[in-house]
């Protein structure tokens, strides 16, 4: 019986002197374990009579309590002593900086349609959108191209199954041109918008994606002239690019919804070998570049939507976001912007923080 303060101090002095966690392990095992000395004797406790088991058991058990307190106590002991070794060795520096996050990026096209707006909130525009699932009588009846009208096949588009319960042909939009329509329809005029959006057009080659983005402009009211277009037009290219100089050259054009029609070009200078807008396009080393279309509202397309032509006139613009951004931030290849490469989306995106100001300049880089 006394054997086991034997046993005890043995143990307990193993255990104080085990060098790790693993030796202190082995020693669990060793006593503790299965077929461990201590469990063993615990075992032992079964077989004996009554009158023995009741004479052993609380030694026995003293025992067994004593074992595993000093191997919890020596554990706790070793982490602890793990941990101070840590703190002492391993320093946090704060003034490293922190692991970098993903971040992803504006694509340059919401960042150029972001800085549309904010220059055209700042004339009085607001922002119109419509469906870029559209019925043809908006995207061309209405726009006086009727049924078999030639300039509707500038506009090859994708077309949807017939469906002529739900008022005819349903298309992809070719333009935004059926915002105009749709807001004059629903808000009367006068009216004020730009509406930037998706267009589509069967067309696929470095300079046409069948895919691409527009901005629309409009302005109906009382006594609007060719003037008040040519002003905004000027007024918004020299915010928009950041220039006093841009120039403009009207050229008559021809629109079905416009009358009279205006393509609007800007002269440019080449250096080198690059375009950068700006000047005249007559003088020497100069050019005029193709930008945009306009011209004033038709007054058939007044009148198809609902409003009458002698009281209320205005003008019209339609012009490729897409180029815009290419002429701006220096992109050659159009079908770039479409290929969803997180590389080119690194170099040319924005961070959204660089949120367009006329303040700020609107193509401020952070
Ligand atoms: N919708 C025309 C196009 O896509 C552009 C335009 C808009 C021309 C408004 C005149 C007025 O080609």
């Not at 700042?122 to 030639?150: K, Q, R, Y």
């Not at 069967?202 to 691409?212: E, N, V």
């Amino acid at each position: 019986m006394t054997d086991y303060r034997e046993l005890e101090s043995e143990a307990l002095a193993r255990i104080d002197a085990a060098a790790d966690l693993a030796a202190l392990d082995a020693l669990r095992v060793e006593y503790l374990g299965k077929q461990g000395s201590v469990s063993s004797l615990l075992k032992s406790l079964g077989a004996m009579a009554p009158d023995e088991r009741q004479a052993k058991a609380p030694a026995i058990q003293a025992l067994r309590q004593a074992v595993a307190d000093a191997l919890a106590g020596r554990k706790d002991a070793m982490e602890a002593a793990g941990l101070e070794a840590r703190l002492a060795t391993e320093t946090v520096d704060l003034t490293l900086p922190a692991p970098e996050m993903p971040r992803g990026s504006v694509h340059p096209v919401s960042q150029v349609m972001d800085e549309l707006a904010e220059i055209f909130a700042d004339l009085g525009f607001s922002v119109a959108t419509g469906p870029e699932i559209e019925d043809d009588w908006h995207n061309f009846s209405a726009l006086n191209m009727p049924e078999s009208h030639p300039a509707r096949a500038m506009h090859d588009t994708f077309y949807f199954p017939d469906q002529a319960e739900q008022g005819g042909r349903m298309l992809l939009r070719t333009h935004t041109s059926p915002v105009q329509i749709r807001t004059m329809v629903s808000q009367g005029a006068p009216v004020r918008i730009i509406a930037p959006g998706r267009v589509y057009r069967s067309d696929s080659d470095a300079t046409h994606t069948p895919m691409f983005h527009q901005v629309e402009g409009l302005v109906i009211d009382r006594d609007i002239h060719l003037g008040h277009l040519k002003w905004t037009l000027e007024t918004f290219l020299r915010a928009f690019f950041e220039r006093e100089d841009i120039v403009l050259r009207l050229r008559p054009s021809y629109f079905p919804f416009t009358e009279p029609s205006v393509e609007v070009d800007v002269g440019f200078a080449l250096e080198n070998g690059k375009r950068v807008l700006g000047g005249s396009g007559d003088e020497a080393g100069h050019g005029w570049m193709e930008l945009l279309g306009s011209g004033m509202v038709n007054r058939r397309v007044i009148e198809m939507s609902g409003l009458d032509p002698d009281e209320w006139q205005g003008f019209a613009f339609g012009v490729g976001v897409d180029r815009l951004a290419m002429l701006k931030y220096g992109m050659d290849d159009l079908r770039a912007f479409f290929d969803g490469d997180v590389r080119w989306l690194k170099h040319y995106g924005f961070s959204f923080l660089d949120q367009p100001t006329l303040s700020a300049g609107v193509g401020a880089r952070a």
